[in-house]
């Protein structure tokens, strides 16, 4: 019987996502996923405090920051496109393919907003190219992307080979490395609005509510009048966008191009979103969540940096963290519905 | 069935003859190429991406996937290299004992995640892959093993020539037979199609779908595990960074091979193939004075492309409901996936 129930809510995720009544009482409200994040949040944050003397300082927090804003900036639109039950594993190599591109166009004399539209621009039409292929021609998005990675990656390689960019105009490291007010940062800043825009996008407009629709049920969505195809080749080209601005924030922040640049971002970009409680399935999952996920992967990075763990080190307990916080909620559903 | 592998059969036949032209073709630019000792060097170039192939398509027909490959490969190599440079006079069937064995113990625990508690294969195998390469690391603290402190009979193994082939491409080979048996020709291995064309059906049809997710895991564990010693034995070192990425490499050799990401369709030949024409690609691209950083560029066009040209056959069936000629095409495919 329990086999039963696992295959079938595999086989119709849209369909468990829907509670059988509202969570109304107490207990549910506490056991949102957004306040379980939020206690680890508090959690870690106060482990820090007693760890190091140095964690509290304003500058090094905002310091902290800049080691995952830009990759918290594509989570907020790959939240959206795998609540759409699509994914994007290109983001990575579109960094790298936008940041080769605006080092080839400084290189030809182009000035910082005309990098950030090339920056913006590159990232648009990788997104859209990816979007076009998934929907055109029904493929699944992870194949695509799988593929589309190799791409992008490899036309910065043929690009650029063993070279590497590393001047850029007057004014174009503001992006990365400026300052807004006292410690908020731009990139830092720019994040919070965009996480702003991207949660009011999702869970306030018609918008929104066509994702959740398409990823509780891609046939019933299409035949409540939503086309489908084109609201996911919007999400892929916002994957994209999003993806662009995040190479100019990095290509601007550490000041050069090599073909190798972000390696491995995209699997930090979905570990972020699947611990914000986004299912991998789609249907379902909150920025607020995402949100809150960026802080605490931020905080235990820069907690463990500060105690001198290695990067690799540091992914172990990441690798740790994803499947606890999987496995946690269905284990604890599991049994309450013996209990 | 019939028209089902009729295309399929179609399908591995186009990418064979793929392969052989570009062969035929690289060979006319470079005579070189053609030469025997430069195929088999081919065949034993490639041979560790097709065993990873072979087992990642098992994984894949089963309607999962597994990131954790190319971790498990670097864990396990790094455990058979240090065991190695301990005890140099291991005899090799012990360390190949201890390969399989560590490899089988990593897919299974990803199995066990994936099976009993019902977490997505690719989120489980992302935070495993994580686990895995971060374990490398644990183990030796970010030193290497080099070649001189490994055994004699620990690097000469893969190298040794049975017949004109080298004990490497054996062993890929006799995995390609044992899967194609495997898959055609036991239940085990038809209850895997059915597990991944249609989960549902196969469950009301007294398959336990939830073990066979386990048991592919288990294999592809195991296939890794053995191809953790074979690398290390290979380029004779070992640290935390090899086969970085390399798991990228062998969803893409099963996705030229013609193997349906959405599980039940795929052949041992396609995966075989599509290894195959990776390492085509490789390994001309010197001999042909092209860049040798034009092979990522390269590997994702035909990804893409072999993508698209496959497409037809997965469109989802709820496209074509109204279109009455393609329902029983449709139908047709659904039957014979299942």
Same mark, same amino acid.
């Given at each position: ?43 870690? *944050? ?32 790959? =939240? ?24 080839? =166009? ?30 055109? #021609? ?36 503001? #992006? ?21 825009? #991207? ?23 299409? #035949? ?11 999400? *892929? ?8 601005? =995040? ?93 | ?15 064979? +003859? ?136 620990? +690097? ?17 080979? +006799? ?164």
């Amino acid at each position: 019987m329990s086999t039963l129930v696992s295959t079938s809510r595999r086989e119709a995720p849209g369909i468990a996502a829907i509670p059988d009544r509202l969570p109304v009482g107490l207990r549910d409200r506490l056991l949102r996923w957004e306040v379980i994040l939020l206690a680890f949040l508090v959690l870690v *944050f106060l482990l820090n405090t007693q760890l190091s003397p140095y964690f509290l300082d304003p500058w090094n927090l905002s310091d902290a920051t800049f080691n995952f804003t830009e990759k918290a900036i594509i989570a907020l639109p790959m =939240a959206l496109l795998i609540i759409a039950r699509d994914i994007d594993l290109s983001v990575a190599s579109t960094i790298a393919l936008a940041s080769t591109l605006m080092g080839a =166009a400084a290189e030809a004399g182009a000035g910082p907003v005309a990098l950030l539209l090339v920056g913006l621009g590159v990232g648009l039409l990788a997104g859209l190219f990816n979007g076009w292929l998934v929907t055109t #021609f029904a493929l699944p998005a992870i194949v695509v992307t799988i593929g589309t990675m190799s791409l992008y990656r490899g036309i910065s390689y043929i690009i650029l080979g063993d070279q590497s960019y590393g001047s850029y105009p007057e004014g174009f490291e503001y #992006f990365g490395r400026g300052y807004v007010a006292w410690v908020l940062s731009f990139e830092f800043t720019l994040f919070l609005v965009l996480a702003l825009g #991207f949660g009011v996008l999702l869970h306030k407009t018609a918008f929104g509510r066509r994702t959740f629709a398409i990823g509780q049920g891609p046939e019933a969505a299409r #035949f409540a009048g939503i086309d489908v195809e084109r609201h996911r080749l919007m999400l *892929f080209a916002l994957v994209g966008l999003m993806a662009g601005l =995040a190479a100019v924030l990095l290509t601007s922040r550490i000041g050069s191009t090599r073909p190798n640049i972000a390696t491995g971002w995209e699997l930090e970009v979905i570990t972020m979103v699947v611990l914000g409680g986004v299912s991998i399935m789609g249907g379902s999952g909150t920025i607020p969540g995402v949100f809150i996920a960026v802080f605490l992967m931020g905080l235990v990075t820069f907690g463990m940096g500060l105690l001198n763990v290695p990067g690799i080190v540091m992914a172990i307990v990441i690798g740790c963290l994803l499947i606890g916080a999987i496995a946690t909620p269905i284990l604890i559903r599991r049994l309450a519905r013996r209990g | 069935m019939p028209d089902l592998s009729t295309l399929l059969r179609r399908r591995e036949l186009a990418l064979g +003859l793929i392969v052989l032209l570009l062969i035929l073709a690289v060979g006319a630019r470079a005579p070189v190429f053609l030469t025997p000792g430069s195929l088999v060097e081919l065949l034993t170039d490639t041979s560790i991406l097709m065993i990873l192939a072979i087992g990642q398509m098992m994984v894949i027909l089963a309607r999962c996937i597994d990131l954790s490959v190319a971790a498990n490969v670097a864990l396990t190599g790094m455990i058979t290299a240090l065991l190695s440079s301990h005890m140099p006079e291991l005899p090799i069937a012990i360390t190949i004992a201890v390969a399989l064995g560590v490899g089988l113990v990593l897919g299974a625990i990803n199995g066990y995640l994936v099976a009993a508690i019902g977490i997505p294969p690719i989120v489980i195998t992302l935070g495993t892959m994580s686990i895995y390469r971060g374990s490398v690391f644990l183990l030796t603290g970010g030193e290497w093993v080099n070649s001189h402190e490994m055994g004699r009979a620990f +690097l000469a193994f893969p190298r040794a020539t049975i017949i004109g082939l080298p004990v490497l491409a054996w062993i890929a080979l +006799l995995i390609a037979l044992g899967a194609w048996y495997l898959l055609g020709h036991t239940r085990f291995g038809r209850e895997i199609y059915a597990a991944g064309g249609n989960p549902q059906a196969a469950l009301y049809s007294g398959i336990r779908t939830d073990r066979i997710q386990f048991q592919v895991f288990c294999l592809s564990g195991l296939l890794a595990g053995l191809c953790g010693y074979l690398w290390v034995s290979r380029y004779a070192v070992a640290y935390v960074e090899i086969a970085m990425a390399f798991e990228l490499q062998v969803i893409a050799a099963c996705v030229i091979g013609g193997i349906s990401i959405a599980g039940g369709i795929g052949s041992v030949a396609g995966a075989v193939l599509g290894a195959l024409f990776l390492g085509v690609v490789k390994n001309a691209l010197p001999i042909i004075d092209i860049s040798p950083f034009w092979q990522m560029g390269i590997s994702g066009a035909v990804i893409v492309a072999a993508v698209v040209i496959n497409s037809r056959g997965e469109r989802r069936a709820g496209r074509l409901i109204l279109r009455e000629a393609s329902i029983a095409a449709a139908r047709g495919s659904q039957g014979a996936r299942a």
